[in-house]
């Protein structure tokens, strides 16, 4: 640690935020771990240790009172969010908050409320897919039209298992969130419509789910998007997008990990969690993060993205019940221009 690395604190040492307090202590330049805030005593503990330069706190104003932090990541469930993202942005502190924003366009506007009483955004919204080195290059070959027209995007998100919390829902909320942030980041154009269309059902499915499903968007510019959301694969967690251009095709993610050739045979490892798929994304993510916060500005989506696909996820989780469901997001504050 130096006097001028960036003092940052980490809310919640779950699985992502001690992820991130690894991820900052050991590979990302100019900051510090210097406060993790965790209610969980097991978890605070285990997180300062791999932070040697941290405090632990139970609570975000405690560690605010003792003047811990220069800036926040907020890594907590979804629900959490509000509650630490308004005394950080009170207190004037750069934000980087994992997705969602929150998890509904009620909270989400209140935060962009809040947010517009100072002089700038000072979230940033943790879509670490932005970062992916596949999906930029894909980005810029979308945006040259060196591959000509874009028509169709095609998607994939598939999961081995999924945890006895997940829910239908978060077929949605909790997976489909990504492809809601970066399909129109992608094509240059907002989502106009949602629909859901489910497919036969996996015998492998928990009961409480009802899935595979086929995720269909219309986009404002016409492009049309299937997202296959698939969390019962069992082989991997595979995440990829395939572009159709009017005379060609581009693909990413399919495959993404180690090839071999042995014992007569070819095969490709797959990935088993987002943390290794995503791990340099992740890592380009928060040091570009911590570079802009430097600038005094942010590198990354903002609370307005976070807000639109808030309201994505609403129409989503209402097409779950069957037709095309409007995405109808409100005129962007200039703020955010």
Known sequence: MTSTDLRVGVVGAGIMGADHVARITQRISGATVSAVVEPDTGRAAAATVAAPDSRAFSRLEDALDAGAVDALLVATPGQFHEPMLLPALEAGLPILCEKPLTPDSESSWRVLEAEQKLDRPHIQVGFMRRFD?????????????DAGELVMLRCVHRNPTVPDSYQQSMLITDSVVHEFDVVPWLAGSDIRTVEVKYARRNPRSPERLREPILVLMELENGVLVDVEMNVSVQFGYQVGTEAVFES????????????????????????????????????????????????????GPNAWDGYRVAVACEAGVKALGGGVVEVDVPERPAFYA
Do not use: C, M, N
């Not at 693909?251 to 797959?270: C, H, K, M, N, Y």
């Not at 088993?272 to 570079?291: G, L, M």
């Open 133 to 145: 080195a596949e999906y930029q290059a894909l980005k810029q070959l979308i945006a040259s039209g």
């Open 248 to 299: 060609s095709l581009a693909r990413i993610g399919q495959p993404s990990g180690l090839q071999t050739w042995r014992d007569g045979t070819f095969s490709v490892a797959e990935h088993q969690s987002y943390t290794t798929r995503f791990a340099a994304a992740y890592d380009a993510q928060i040091q570009r993060w911590v570079d802009a916060v430097g600038r005094g500005t942010i590198d």
